[in-house]
């Protein structure tokens, strides 16, 4: 098991900037992919970062250019750096571990980013 947290949310102007934080309990698994999801409301869960087992970074192309994906795995935390930020990014961040063989999902309890225009 994991206990994921999120830090780093908060209300910020367009075009500002925030960096998220998600620590884990323990460290990253090399079997794992991590990554943020976002969720406005109303709306579906959705992808906005994976780091994958493999090393490969993929964003949802409303994020790329402006969010990056990062680990820093002596501290067992992931980052996800948030630039440019415009009123749609509004949403709640969750970090997710995602273990394969047999599929689990962990995740965090979410952060809210406001954007503000």
């Known amino acids: 098991q994991v206990q994921l947290v999120e830090s780093g949310g908060g209300l910020v102007q367009a075009g500002g900037s925030l960096r998220l934080s998600c620590a884990a309990s323990?460290?990253?698994?090399?079997?794992?992919?991590r990554g943020w999801y976002r969720q406005a409301p109303g709306k579906q869960r959705e992808l906005v970062a994976i780091?994958?087992?493999?090393?490969?970074?993929n964003y949802a192309d409303s994020v790329k250019g402006r969010f990056t994906i990062s680990r820093d795995n002596a501290k067992n935390t992931m980052y996800l750096q948030m630039n440019s930020l415009k009123p749609e990014d509004t949403a709640v961040y969750y970090c997710?571990?995602?273990?394969?063989?047999?599929?689990?999902?962990?995740w965090g309890q979410g952060t809210q980013v406001t954007v503000s225009s």
């Open positions: 997710n571990e995602h273990l394969p063989n047999p599929s689990y999902d962990y």
């Open positions: 323990r460290r990253i698994l090399r079997i794992s992919t």
């Open positions: 780091l994958t087992s493999g090393g490969s970074i």
